[in-house]
């Protein structure tokens, strides 16, 4: 089993920054993409940003400039930096993480989430 486990989520006002943690535990080969994914009320879940083993990362058009996404593959952890927020930035924030077991299987985990909350 792999537990992906979210933290530093919290309140913060517009043009403020936070910056999200998600450490990966458990039983498991290698980590290949890890990604952040967010789910506003309302609304279905996005992809926000994700970064292979290698370095190579996405972003969502919404927080082009704004976030940044790195991880420590030493570590199993990836971080999302958050700069500038916006109040539709407010969302739960969901860790993601393609892992290989000692079988060569991909798998896909989730943590349970952060949420993030950007308000005056």
């Known amino acids: 089993q792999v537990q992906l486990v979210e933290s530093g989520g919290g309140l913060v006002q517009p043009g403020g920054s936070l910056r999200l943690s998600c450490d990966a535990s458990?039983?498991?080969?290698?980590?290949?993409?890890m990604r952040w994914h967010r789910q506003a009320p309302g609304k279905e879940r996005e992809l926000v940003a994700g970064i292979t083993g290698g370095g190579t990362t996405n972003y969502a058009d919404s927080v082009k400039g704004r976030f940044t996404i790195s991880r420590v593959n030493a570590e199993n952890t990836v971080y999302l930096q958050m700069n500038s927020l916006k109040p539709e930035d407010t969302a739960v924030y969901y860790c993601?993480?393609?892992?290989?077991?000692?079988?060569?299987?991909?798998?896909?985990?989730w943590g349970k989430g952060t949420l993030v909350t950007v308000s005056s």
């Open positions: 458990g039983s498991f080969f290698s980590i290949n993409t």
């Open positions: 993601a993480a393609v892992v290989v077991d000692s079988d060569s299987r991909y798998r896909n985990y």
